[in-house]
């Protein structure tokens, strides 16, 4: 039975059954009713114990959920963190990859700038040996001589084969040629292109270090065509 329908009995001359009277709650001075005591009996509008006491001081709504969510990440992170060894070895390897790609980055260019210059030589031996050459299209007589590991010849006169094996005139290699030139020429093409330089001989050496000066050895036995 409702307050107010016991009001209405009481007011029409119903005694209560003895026992049976309860005290009525006090009535909020808030003007609030009895929505307004559940809700405080609940601890706060949500139904949660303590409402907004409750809730831990000085923490905004949703901090302990945004910990929570913090924490699992970082054990995340900690479970894909790889162990201290495998990081400092896999260093190692990128560090040693860069030196070797350092390293032929800097062989090429150095190939690439010794190409470079041997061509610039090259050219400027060709200008310095124009006109020089002092091959006789007479020549019955040939001068073999030892150059890049490999037997080589050119022909020469009596006059010039005794000049050369006396020193005074040398042989150079140009363009895929064997030039024969004075010991003057010989002396500025083997400044500007050492390489170059394929028979020069010295004649205060002793005869066993160039074999093939003597002119029995026209045809060597270690010839090699």
Request: glycine share 12%; charged share 35%.
């Amino acid at each position: 039975m409702s307050d107010t329908l016991r009001d209405q009995l009481l007011g029409l001359g119903f005694k209560p059954t003895p026992g049976a009277e309860k005290p009525k709650p006090p009535r909020r001075q808030d003007g609030q009713g009895g929505k307004g005591r559940v809700a405080d009996a609940r601890g706060g509008k949500g139904g949660r114990p303590g409402g907004d006491a409750g809730r831990r001081q000085g923490q905004p709504p949703g901090a302990g959920r945004g910990q929570a969510d913090a924490k699992k990440r970082q054990g995340g992170d900690a479970r894909a963190r790889r162990p201290e060894g495998d990081i400092d070895l896999a260093k190692a390897y990128a560090i040693r990859a860069q030196r070797e790609k350092d390293e032929r980055i800097r062989a090429e260019r150095e190939k690439q700038e010794a190409a470079r210059l041997r061509r610039e030589a090259q050219a400027k031996l060709a200008a310095l040996l124009d006109g020089k050459g002092l091959n006789a299209a007479d020549a019955d007589h040939v001068r073999h001589f030892d150059y890049g590991g490999k037997i080589k010849r050119v022909h020469v006169t009596a006059d010039q084969l005794r000049a050369l094996n006396a020193g005074e005139l040398g042989v150079v290699q140009v363009k895929g040629s064997y030039l024969l030139v004075t010991a003057a020429v010989l002396a500025e093409a083997e400044a500007v292109f050492p390489a170059c330089v394929a028979l020069k001989v010295d004649p205060d050496a002793p005869a066993e270090d160039d074999p093939y000066a003597d002119p029995k050895y026209q045809v060597p036995d270690d010839l090699v065509w």
